[in-house]
């Protein structure tokens, strides 16, 4: 396990961002292995029917789906609590690297700039199409969970580079100044994909008929198209959001794909691939 360029004290100190080289293991990355283990109060809340908590309950929705969240789970997979709130499910992380297979052969490097337990990140590195991926994540028990789920899945550790830290300062070292970034962190633009699967601010999103992007939280549509507009980016979204917001980011002459994923004949979630505003050649 690891990434591609080991963690090095004296490379943090010259350096603004290096990588995060193996994260261990916390209190906080957890394998629950029954319903018993889920915290005591979800299934309190279950069993009396008690004015249930919107958030424990839907933990204990996604505990009851490890299996199709990671077909490996019993491996010893690990996630924080927060994590099952945005992991992507093995079959629609792996129906998203195949629908990037065949896109364009000049791009060989992703950043994943929310790699939570690491999901999307394994599906990618899995699928052989990138030469090397970028993992970011800015929580440092996530991030050990990622680097232990990637392992589980037998993820090349040369194939990924973890960061930890946030994906925000990252692009935006990579932008204005790269050469103060760890050189295993240099990238070249013109050859990078971003892919983001960011917080949509819990749960409630299920309610709006339609889901307004520019009020999503912590981080709205502006401010996720701002920061990787450089680079051709897939964006992974409510299955409700707006498509008229999203349709207004096209690039003069180009069109925005939008793939809705479904699991069981309903849609878990839809991603925008929306081409760079710009090229660097
Ligand atoms: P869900 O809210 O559990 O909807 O999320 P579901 O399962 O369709 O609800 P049900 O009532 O129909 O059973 C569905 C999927 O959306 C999850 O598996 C995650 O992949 C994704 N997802 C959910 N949330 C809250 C987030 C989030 O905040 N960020 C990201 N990136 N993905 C999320």
């Known amino acids: 396990m690891g990434s591609a360029t080991p963690h090095d004290d004296a490379a943090s100190e010259v350096f603004a961002i290096c990588p995060a080289g193996e994260l261990p293991l916390t209190d906080e990355c957890r394998h629950y ?66 629908d990037l297979q065949d896109s364009d052969p000049s791009k060989t490097v992703l950043i994943d700039a929310f790699a939570g337990a690491g999901g999307n990140t394994i599906a990618f590195a899995l699928s052989g199409r990138w030469h090397h ?10 991030l050990a969970c990622a680097q232990n789920n990637a392992r589980i899945y037998g993820v090349d550790p040369a194939m990924v580079t973890w960061v930890h830290g946030d994906s925000f300062d990252y692009l935006h070292t990579l932008v204005n100044r790269p050469e103060t970034l760890h050189p295993a962190l240099r990238l070249d633009i013109a050859a990078t994909v971003v892919f983001a ?14 889901f307004d992007l520019r009020t999503m939280q912590p981080y709205n549509l502006e401010q996720l198209h701002g ?27 180009r069109k925005i794909p939008v793939v809705q994923y479904c699991m069981q004949g309903a849609s878990k979630a839809m991603a925008a691939f929306i081409p760079a505003k710009a090229t660097f050649r």
């Open 133 to 142: 991926i970028i993992a970011i994540e800015r929580d440092a028990s996530t």
């Open 33 to 98: 292995e029954g319903k018993h283990e889920v915290p005591w109060d979800i299934q309190k809340f279950v069993i009396n029917d008690l004015y249930p908590s919107d958030l424990w309950l839907t933990l204990f929705r996604y505990f009851s789906q490890r299996y199709s969240i990671f077909s490996w789970y019993d491996e010893g997979v690990c996630l924080t609590d927060d994590a099952w709130f945005g992991v992507t499910p093995e079959p629609v992380a792996n129906a998203i690297a195949a």
């Open 197 to 210: 699967s960011p917080p949509w601010g819990g749960p409630g999103y299920r309610s709006d008929e339609i």
């Open 227 to 253: 920061a990787y507009h450089l680079m051709d980016h897939v964006l992974f979204l409510p299955r409700t959001s707006d498509i008229r917001q999203i349709a207004g980011l096209a690039p003069e002459g």
